[in-house]
């Protein structure tokens, strides 16, 4: 095996244009107030709330509103369609998994 060498011929604008953009994606993070949450109650369980919606006992949790769990469940399938892309093209070809 050989060792991996630099590249010699790099672009480097592509890297300036990286470091610009995490500069300002920095500069507005860090210049961005959070405020306290507005709709979720500080004693209220978000996590209880999903469970409760999932098993089909919404009201039991202290959240009044179950609206989330649509987008939580959109959310899931998006993440597992992500997963199962990624091993499909991480699997060497004439291979079994």
Known sequence: MS?????RDA?????????ALFAALAGA???TSFGPAAWFPADASVVGN???????????GGLA???FLAAFE???????AALV????LARKDGGDA
């Open 65 to 67: 509103d179950e609206s």
């Open 50 to 60: 999903v469970g409760y919606s999932l098993v089909g006992l919404a009201g039991q």
């Open 85 to 88: 892309g990624a091993v499909t």
């Open 11 to 19: 672009n480097f604008a592509r890297g300036l244009g990286a470091l």
């Open 3 to 7: 060792r991996p060498e630099l590249a």
């Open 29 to 31: 993070f860090l210049a």
């Open 74 to 80: 959109l959310v899931d399938i998006v993440l597992v």
